[in-house]
């Protein structure tokens, strides 16, 4: 992800579906990604209403999310601070006050229910605070200013993914990939673009999944024979931890590296 500037990408798949990649992860502190960066959108192909609609209620859901976490973290001292004084209230006062044939296992659950009530009740306070309700609305206008431009580079991209997704099997794709006889030719003028939709792309892998398999691609395209090799390849294209796919847009770049 580039300092100062995200791009979120929108790709139409071959049966009609959207897609939109950004280089970012929801446990990623989603407040300082929109306070300090400049959000723009592009597409291959113009996304529909009902995409975009789909895009910010899910950036709103990281937002009340990052929100809540943050106010979780601000306000966690003073919150437990408190709680044990309600359960220490609590425990002198069954101790004191209420007489019972067996003494201190009422008194701690009493106790640790109220402080457990009084941290849920402050927690939801402090998330609803006049900061938090603030941040929340600077944010979701950040998120409601972000418009999508057309871009070269992006229809490239959704075009060679639809030609991989005619693949009849994942033999078939594979040998598309190291030959790549689409003739389909990216638009690479923009490198930190570039740059960001490989992130966008691996983000969505396991890291040292597609480190390997990366490297295993490489000897394939130089040539390199290995049934072994190709057999574990196509094994993980074809499971389920991976979008061959997009793996396929990933490694039309990395050739081009």
Not at 28 to 46: C, F, H, K, P, T
Not at 108 to 132: E, N
Not at 189 to 217: A, C, G, T, Y
């Amino acid at each position: 992800m580039s300092e100062g500037k995200i791009t979120i990408f929108h790709i139409y798949r071959k049966d009609g579906s959207s897609i939109f990649l950004y280089p970012f992860t929801p446990k990623q502190n989603l407040i300082d990604i929109l306070d300090s960066n400049e959000i723009a959108g592009v597409y291959g192909r113009e996304p529909r209403v009902e995409s975009l609609t789909m895009l910010r209620n899910e950036l709103y859901r990281l937002i009340e999310q990052s929100v809540r976490d943050w106010s979780s973290e601000k306000k966690f001292i003073p919150r437990f601070l408190l709680s044990t004084a309600v359960f220490l209230l609590l425990y002198f006062i069954m101790s004191v006050v209420i007489r019972d044939p067996i003494p201190m296992i009422d008194e701690i659950i009493v106790g640790f229910a109220g402080a457990v009530a009084s941290y849920i009740i402050l927690a939801k306070r402090d998330s609803d605070s006049k900061t938090a309700t603030a941040m929340k609305v600077r944010l979701r206008t950040k998120v409601d200013e972000i418009v999508f431009n057309e871009d070269n580079f992006t229809k490239d991209v959704e075009q060679y993914l639809q030609v991989c997704e005619t693949s009849t099997d994942m033999e078939h794709l594979l040998r598309n990939m190291t030959k790549d006889e689409s003739g389909i030719m990216f638009d690479y003028s923009d490198r930190q673009k570039v740059n960001e939709l490989m992130d966008s792309i691996r983000m969505m892998f396991d890291d040292s999944d597609i480190k390997k398999h990366e490297k295993m691609f490489r000897k394939l395209t130089l040539g390199d024979d290995s049934a072994v090799g190709k057999t574990r390849m196509l094994k993980w294209m074809s499971s389920r931890k991976v979008d061959p796919f997009l793996f396929a847009v990933y490694t039309k770049i990395i050739q081009r590296d």
